[in-house]
């Protein structure tokens, strides 16, 4: 883009492209869209915002940016040489072009006429660049007037005798400034022969402390540190470097190493050690082998969340007064599943944020959106579920830990948020996809991942990288400790990771095998009608590969408890089963459904009714049926104090099936009341914005700018009477003309209802609202929408 005089300049003379690609990578910047191009500057200049950005960046591109608050300014190829570690190889310059094309794209560095120099605001972001000290004239700016004289003097005469007695006037002009000898100190102490000579004559003991600032840190605390010190008095090492400027006073007890001090001392290095990405290393496998293993617990993932949610809806946990889950209820939801807490909370967590769990009532149920979810192909199915985790703030894995009262942090409530998990996501998974079917060692991802974001480490990162890759294991985006095929394409959406995730599941079946120990093998998946009515009729024994289902006398109860005759049982069973119904599973089947309901329990306190008195005589003969005081009322009546729950439960626990009974004698059965809540998805981060919303805010920076920077002039409005038009057509010319930066003729009512034509430039419409250049008044206006009687296209619409 050439050379420029000011950073807005530099911004101003960018390709529309170029402005694209800031708002791409820092779209901070346009939320909302700045008025001008100015006012961007001064947002991407901003503290907080120059912080974001330089989080985001790797060590080699931050070691640019240091170079350069360090320097100043520098030529594009003198970067290599900046970056070369003191006593090493420099960087390839590939390397560092990239870096550069990097922090050119997201406006950290601009192209001046001195060459590249760091944004405005980087010296305070960054006030030790490479681990340097401030700069002599800042910090001996804050000195007194005569005190800087004494200094001047004292450091010619101790590096240049003669000279400096000679030196003693010049210096001692009233006119001078603070600033002005400040400057003229600085000077002096980037002369490297003076530095030099400055360091011997100071002694060994205060070249030894200087040798322990260079590297730094640059600061050290000192008593009295501004007390005014001549070199003929100066006795202590730190004395005699404070007296020759080596050292400088930056507050009553802390001094510090002059930048340019400290890179003389250094030999012109600014870094000491390279920073070139350390390797990944670890165990190679095999990528089939992972896509397999993760592939197949992307299945078992699946069926977590559907148990859970399935229990959930049967008996609905309430919600904690504080928000979330309570302990004892996920404790019990896991044992239900024979799953540990930490993977029911990432299945709790990833269900809630993908909208399919919300607390409806006081209590945690299934959303509406849930069933449909259920109907959905398994790659679709997980896709939703993984997307909607890498989105998330939320960190599921650190449930149960203790917060900063000492409290245990509950799923699904709000001590899980982390605003940065969605980028350390990120930051993990693209580690792992450079290089493919390596399972990293720890220390090396680690090491990785700290060249990636330098200035993101500590133990609340490397907290959440943990729970990363616990939770991808979890879901299925790891397998034997790899990164597979489907993960790379998580973060371009759903639609691509259902499409990379398809071909490693296997398609789902519709039988299953059953087998003469009451048992039945799904071979795979199930598809989900047959998976739900076998859910109803047999009980999960072990999931993996295949999934075993074990058929007792209460599975076979409950599904007759949920509306299945025996008739259906048998011809599901006969249907979808590849092999035969053994002869032990039908007679299963048979019995428990000739004696279910055979006992009736109704309301007495609660009675108890058969046909075959010689059963309710079994009943009566039971000891263990004692404590509930039964007593017979006729020859097919049993009636007790108890309630009419209680019986029934209390009969099922003995081996009996009993089924309760309505007033009017109809068996009442225990279909379960379908209960959903609203969706209501987690917070995640906003998404970065779209290509077709870029252009529209380049577009508005440029109209904006023109605007602020242009001179221009009324035009007269059009002597015909204003445009009248319908409002549905008022509205859509105004869109078609904001999207297509058009000129159009409008009629607008003032204060007092009287109408005038305005020849305006439509920016945005929203909330009533048109924003728009009217070229009549030669000034941006907000017009009411209501307000518009109509609008006409103009000749020559194109904006002046």
């Known amino acids: 883009m050439g050379a420029h005089d000011t950073y807005v300049s530099w911004l101003r003379a960018a390709p529309d492209d170029r402005l694209a690609a800031l708002f791409d990578a820092r779209p901070d910047l346009i939320t909302p869209v700045p008025a001008d191009l100015r006012s961007l500057a001064a947002r991407a200049t901003t503290r907080a915002a120059l912080v974001r950005a330089l989080d985001r960046l790797d060590l080699v591109a931050l070691r640019v940016v240091e170079a350069l608050v360090a320097v100043g300014a520098a030529a594009p190829e003198e970067l290599p040489a900046l970056l070369t570690p003191d006593g090493g190889t420099p960087p390839e ?8 094309e990097l922090l050119l794209t997201r406006a950290l560095i601009w192209e001046s006429a001195t060459g590249l120099r760091p944004a405005p605001g980087l010296d305070a972001v960054l006030p030790s660049p490479a681990g340097l000290g401030p700069r002599a004239s800042l910090v001996f700016a804050g000195y007194p007037t005569d005190q800087l004289v004494d200094l001047l003097i004292d ?33 002096l102490l980037a002369e490297p022969a003076r ?21 730094g840190p640059s600061k050290g605390s000192v008593a009295s540190a501004r007390r005014r010190v001549r070199r003929a008095d100066a006795s202590s090492p730190i004395d005699r470097l404070l007296a020759r400027g080596l050292l400088a006073a930056v507050d009553e007890s802390t001094v510090a190493l002059p930048r340019e001090v400290g890179l003389l001392l250094r030999g012109g290095a600014l870094f000491r050690d390279s920073a070139a990405a350390p390797p990944l290393t670890g165990t190679e496998r095999r990528p089939d082998l992972v896509d397999r293993a993760a592939g197949g617990q992307a299945l078992t993932f699946l069926r977590t969340v559907q148990s859970l949610l399935d229990a959930i809806a049967d008996e609905p946990p ?10 004892r209820e996920l404790r019990r939801l896991a044992q239900a599943l024979d799953l540990d807490e930490t993977a029911a909370a990432t299945a709790l967590e990833a269900a809630h944020a993908a909208g399919l769990l919300a607390a409806h009532d006081g209590e945690w149920l299934p959303t509406v959106g849930y069933d449909l979810w259920c109907q959905a192909e398994p790659a679709r199915r997980w896709a939703r579920l993984a997307t909607a985790w890498l989105e998330s703030t939320r960190v599921a894995s650190l449930t149960g830990r203790r917060d900063e009262r000492g409290k245990p942090v509950n799923a699904l409530g709000p001590g899980l948020d982390r605003g940065a998990a969605p980028e350390i996501r990120a930051d993990v998974l693209a580690a792992l996809a450079a290089a493919p079917g390596l399972a990293p060692e720890r220390a090396a991802l680690a090491a990785r991942l700290a060249w990636e974001r330098p200035r993101r480490q500590g133990a609340g990162y490397e907290l959440v990288v943990d729970a990363t890759l616990r939770e991808a294991a979890e879901l299925g985006l790891i397998g034997l400790g790899a990164l597979a095929a489907h993960g790379p394409a998580l973060p371009s959406g759903e639609e691509a990771a259902a499409e990379a995730l398809a071909p490693h599941l296997p398609e789902p079946v519709d039988h299953v095998l059953l087998q003469a120990d009451l048992t039945a093998v799904a071979p795979g998946p199930l598809v989900p009608e047959l998976a739900r009515r076998l859910a109803q009729l047999a009980e999960v024994e072990s999931t993996g590969g295949a999934t075993v289902y074990r058929f007792t006398p209460d599975s076979v109860r409950r599904a007759l408890d949920h509306g299945q005759g025996t008739d259906q049982i048998l011809a599901l069973l006969e249907t979808r089963s590849a092999t035969p119904v053994p002869q032990p599973l039908r007679y299963l089947v048979e019995d428990t459904a000739r004696r279910h309901g055979r006992l009736r329990v109704g309301t007495a306190g609660a009675y108890l009714r058969c046909d075959d008195p010689v059963t309710l005589d079994q009943v009566l003969a039971d000891p263990r049926a004692g404590h509930l005081q039964l007593f017979r009322l006729a020859p097919t009546v049993v009636a007790g104090h108890t309630t009419r729950p209680i019986l029934v439960e209390a009969l099922r626990e003995l081996g009996y099936a009993p089924v309760p009974e309505a007033a009017d004698g109809t068996v009442v059965l225990s279909r379960p009341r379908l209960r959903r809540a609203e969706a209501q998805p987690a917070a995640a981060q906003p998404r970065t914005p779209d290509a077709a919303l870029r252009r529209a805010a380049v577009r508005a920076l440029r109209a904006g700018d023109e605007a602020a920077t242009t001179e221009r002039r009324p035009l007269a409005a059009p002597a015909d009477a204003p445009p009248r038009s319908a409002v549905a057509a008022t509205l859509a010319t105004l869109s078609a003309a904001v999207n297509a930066g058009a000129r159009v003729w409008i009629g607008y009512l003032d204060n007092d209802g009287q109408a005038s034509s305005r020849i305006v430039e439509p920016a945005r419409v929203e909330g009533g609202y048109l924003t728009a250049y009217d070229a009549t008044r030669a000034a941006v206006h907000r017009f009411a929408l209501h307000r518009i009687t109509g609008v006409a296209e103009v000749a020559g619409s194109t904006p002046a």
């Open 195 to 215: 530095v030099a000579a400055l360091a011997e004559e100071a002694g060994p003991e205060a070249r030894a402390a200087l040798d322990r600032l260079a590297w």
């Open 318 to 327: 309430s919600v904690l007064r504080a928000g979330g889950l309570g302990t």
């Open 155 to 187: 450091i010619r005469a101790a590096s240049d005798p003669a000279a400096g007695a000679h030196s003693a006037p010049a210096d001692r002009d009233p006119t001078l400034s603070g600033a002005d000898l400040a400057e003229r100190v600085a000077g």
């Open 93 to 100: 310059p590939a390397d560092t072009s990239r870096a550069a």
